[in-house]
C-alpha cells in the first residue's frame, strides 16, 4: 500500500511539474479565462504600461504631435480592448491632458491644434480595437481632423484681428523676401505661389490630418503584432475606396465644370472646394494603386528589395505624372485584386482569393 501511495504522489507531482504555466499562455494555445470566452494576450501589458504610453505620447505631441500620435496609438489600443467605461475615461485623461499642460507651458497657441492630434489617435486606437478600422471610418477621422485644424486656425486669426488671407499674403510677402532677386520672373513665381496658397491652403491642413493618423495607425499596428491582441487590422492590400467616394469624384469634377456658371460672389468659394476635394480624392485614390502593388508584392512573393523599389518607383511615377491615381481608378472597375465587392470579407476568404490570384 505504501509503495502504491508514493508512485500516484510521484506520478501527481510529475504531472505537476510537466504542466504549462498559466501565465504563459498565448492565443496559439488557447488559455481561457474561467467564465469568459476571451482569449490571454501574449504580451499581456498592463493597464499602466498602456496609460504611460499615452502619458508620454501626450507629452511628446506638445512638441512633435506626429511621435506624439504613434506613443498614444500604441498605448491606448493596450487600455481600449477591454470594454469599459473607466479605462476609457483614464486612457482619455492621459492623452489630453498632459499634452494641453505642456503645451500651455511652450505655447499657448497650439493647445488646441495637439488636442486634436491626441484625439485623433485616441479616436484611431478605439476603432482599431473595436475592429471597426474601415476605409470609410479612416476618411472620416482625417476629414474630421482636417476641419478642427482649419476651424482652431481660423478663430485664432479671426480673435486676432486678421484673416486666412491675410496670413498667407505675409507667408508669400517672407518667401519674397528670403529670395532676395528682383526681377520679372521671379515676381511672376511669387504671384503663381499666391494664388496657389489662396485655393489650395486648406489641402495643407488635410495633409497634417493625414500624417498625425497614419502615425497613429503604425502605433496601433506595433502594439497590436507586439501584445497579440485579437483585433482585426486593416492590410494595404486588401485597401479598397468605397464606391461612395467615386460618386463624390464624380460630382467634384462637375463642380469644377460648374464654377464658370455660379454668380461671381459663390464662384471662388465653389472653386476652392471642388479643388481641395479633388486632392482628397486623389490622395485615396493613389492609396488604392498603391494597395494593388502591395497585394502584387504579397501574391507573388517578391523580394524585400524588389518590393522597395517597386514603392520607391510608383513615389516616383505618381509625383511626376498621377500613375498611382489612375491605377486606383481603374482597379475600381477592373477588380485587379479579385476583391469581393459587396460580399462580406473573411480572413479565409482573403486568403483563398490570394491563392486564386496566385
Known amino acids: 500500500m505504501m509503495t502504491e501511495k508514493d508512485t500516484d504522489e510521484q506520478t501527481r507531482a510529475l504531472a505537476l511539474w510537466n504542466a504549462p504555466d498559466p501565465e504563459d499562455g498565448s492565443p496559439e494555445q488557447g488559455d481561457i479565462v474561467p467564465?469568459?470566452?476571451?482569449?490571454?494576450?501574449?504580451?499581456?501589458?498592463?493597464?499602466?504600461?498602456?496609460?504611460?504610453?499615452?502619458?508620454?505620447?501626450?507629452?511628446?505631441?506638445?512638441?512633435?504631435?506626429?511621435?506624439?500620435?504613434?506613443?498614444?496609438?500604441?498605448?491606448?489600443?493596450?487600455?481600449?480592448?477591454?470594454?469599459?467605461?473607466?479605462?476609457?475615461?483614464?486612457?482619455?485623461?492621459?492623452?489630453?491632458?498632459?499634452?494641453?499642460?505642456?503645451?500651455?507651458?511652450?505655447?499657448?497657441?497650439?493647445?488646441?491644434?495637439?488636442?486634436?492630434?491626441?484625439?485623433?489617435?485616441?479616436?484611431?486606437?478605439?476603432?482599431?480595437?473595436?475592429?471597426?478600422?474601415?476605409?470609410?471610418?479612416?476618411?472620416?477621422?482625417?476629414?474630421?481632423?482636417?476641419?478642427?485644424?482649419?476651424?482652431?486656425?481660423?478663430?485664432?486669426?479671426?480673435?486676432?484681428?486678421?484673416?486666412?488671407?491675410?496670413?498667407?499674403?505675409?507667408?508669400?510677402?517672407?518667401?519674397?523676401?528670403?529670395?532676395?532677386?528682383?526681377?520679372?520672373?521671379?515676381?511672376?513665381?511669387?504671384?503663381?505661389?499666391?494664388?496657389?496658397?489662396?485655393?489650395?491652403?486648406?489641402?495643407?491642413?488635410?495633409?497634417v490630418a493625414l500624417a498625425e493618423f497614419a502615425c497613429a495607425l503604425l502605433g496601433v499596428r506595433a502594439s497590436v503584432r507586439r501584445e497579440g491582441l485579437r483585433v482585426s487590422m486593416p492590410a494595404l492590400a486588401e485597401y479598397d475606396v468605397p464606391v461612395w467616394l467615386i460618386g463624390v469624384l464624380v460630382a467634384d469634377i462637375l463642380g469644377l465644370t460648374a464654377a464658370g456658371l455660379v454668380p461671381q460672389a459663390y464662384a471662388g468659394a465653389v472653386d476652392m472646394a471642388s479643388a481641395n476635394l479633388l486632392v482628397a480624392l486623389r490622395i485615396a485614390c493613389a492609396v488604392q494603386g498603391f494597395a494593388v502593388i502591395a497585394w502584387f508584392i504579397r501574391t507573388r512573393h517578391v523580394g524585400a528589395l524588389a518590393g522597395a523599389c517597386a514603392i520607391v518607383a510608383g513615389l516616383f511615377l505618381e509625383d511626376q505624372f498621377y500613375v498611382m491615381t489612375i491605377v486606383g481608378l481603374v482597379d475600381v472597375w477592373k477588380n485587379f485584386r479579385h476583391l469581393p465587392r459587396g460580399a462580406k470579407t473573411t480572413v479565409q476568404g482573403t486568403t483563398d482569393q490570394d491563392q486564386k490570384s496566385a
Do not use: H
Not at 490571454?40 to 496609460?51: D, E, Y
Not at 499642460?101 to 497650439?110: E, H, M, P, R
Not at 532677386?181 to 505661389?193: G, K, P, T
Open 35 to 207: 467564465g469568459d470566452g476571451a482569449r490571454v494576450p501574449r504580451g499581456g501589458s498592463s493597464l499602466a504600461v498602456g496609460l504611460a504610453a499615452c502619458a508620454l505620447g501626450s507629452v511628446v505631441a506638445a512638441y512633435i504631435p506626429m511621435l506624439g500620435c504613434f506613443a498614444i496609438g500604441s498605448g491606448a489600443v493596450i487600455t481600449l480592448v477591454p470594454r469599459n467605461a473607466l479605462r476609457a475615461l483614464a486612457t482619455l485623461a492621459c492623452a489630453l491632458v498632459p499634452a494641453a499642460l505642456v503645451a500651455a507651458v511652450v505655447q499657448a497657441a497650439t493647445v488646441p491644434s495637439v488636442l486634436v492630434a491626441c484625439g485623433m489617435a485616441v479616436g484611431t486606437a478605439w476603432a482599431s480595437s473595436r475592429s471597426r478600422l474601415s476605409p470609410s471610418v479612416g476618411f472620416a477621422l482625417i476629414g474630421c481632423g482636417a476641419l478642427a485644424l482649419i476651424g482652431v486656425d481660423v478663430i485664432q486669426l479671426l480673435s486676432a484681428g486678421s484673416s486666412m488671407a491675410d496670413k498667407i499674403t505675409q507667408l508669400v510677402n517672407a518667401y519674397a523676401s528670403g529670395v532676395g532677386v528682383a526681377s520679372v520672373s521671379v515676381a511672376a513665381q511669387v504671384e503663381a505661389l499666391r494664388v496657389t496658397l489662396q485655393v489650395y491652403w486648406p489641402s495643407a491642413y488635410l495633409v
